[in-house]
Structure formats: structure tokens, C-alpha cells
């Protein structure tokens, strides 16, 4: 089943690292047959805690239209990947 969710994710303040977490959080949603409505750069910000020895991280949001069952495998990937510091899915119609 399509739904929409919104995805905040956190990449190494590092612009290299961020073009490339980028690259593969774009790439993981074309192979999942994920439709980006909206793409908006938020810009590095000072993390409220430190992660993977990181004080600051860019920050990225998306609003998307994906299948839920695909969910769980794209999380799978981004948790696993170095470059992604951290990553949240929302799905704004379940409140």
C-alpha cells in the first residue's frame, strides 16, 4: 500500500560525506520505487548530542510517496550505512 511519509535524516556535517549519504539515500529510494514530492535542505546544525563522535550534522528532509512494506528494508540499509548519522521515517497520517 502507497502512503506518504516524511524522512528527516542526519549526515556527517562533512560536505563529501553529505553528497555521497546523499547519493545513496536517493539511490536506495529509486531501486524502492519511492516518488519524492518535496526535498529541502535544512543546513548543518548543532547536534543535541554527539553521535559517532559528531558535534554538528547536515540535516536533510524529504516528503515522499512510498510502499509501507518497503519501510523496513530501506531502514535496514540506512542503519547500516556509515554515512547516515541518523534517519527517521513519519507517516503523518497515523496520529
Known amino acids: 500500500m502507497i502512503q506518504n511519509y516524511e524522512f528527516?535524516?542526519?549526515f556527517d556535517a562533512d560536505e563529501?560525506?553529505?553528497?555521497?549519504g546523499l547519493e545513496l539515500v536517493k539511490s536506495t529510494?529509486?531501486?524502492?520505487g519511492v516518488e519524492i514530492t518535496k526535498e529541502e535542505d535544512l543546513g548543518v546544525r548543532t547536534l543535541a548530542?554527539?553521535?559517532?563522535k559528531q558535534e554538528k550534522g547536515h540535516y536533510v528532509y524529504?516528503?515522499?510517496k512510498a510502499d509501507t512494506s518497503k519501510i523496513a528494508d530501506m531502514s535496514k540499509v540506512f542503519q547500516l550505512s556509515t554515512l547516515v548519522l541518523k534517519f527517521l521515517f513519519v507517516n503523518p497520517e497515523r496520529k
Not at 16 to 20: E, L, N, R
Not at 29 to 32: A, L, P
Request: no cysteine; net charge neutral.
Open 49 to 52: 548530542y554527539i553521535i559517532n
Open 29 to 32: 529510494f529509486e531501486k524502492n
Open 62 to 64: 524529504f516528503e515522499l
Open 16 to 20: 563529501d560525506k553529505t553528497k555521497s
Open 8 to 10: 528527516t535524516v542526519i
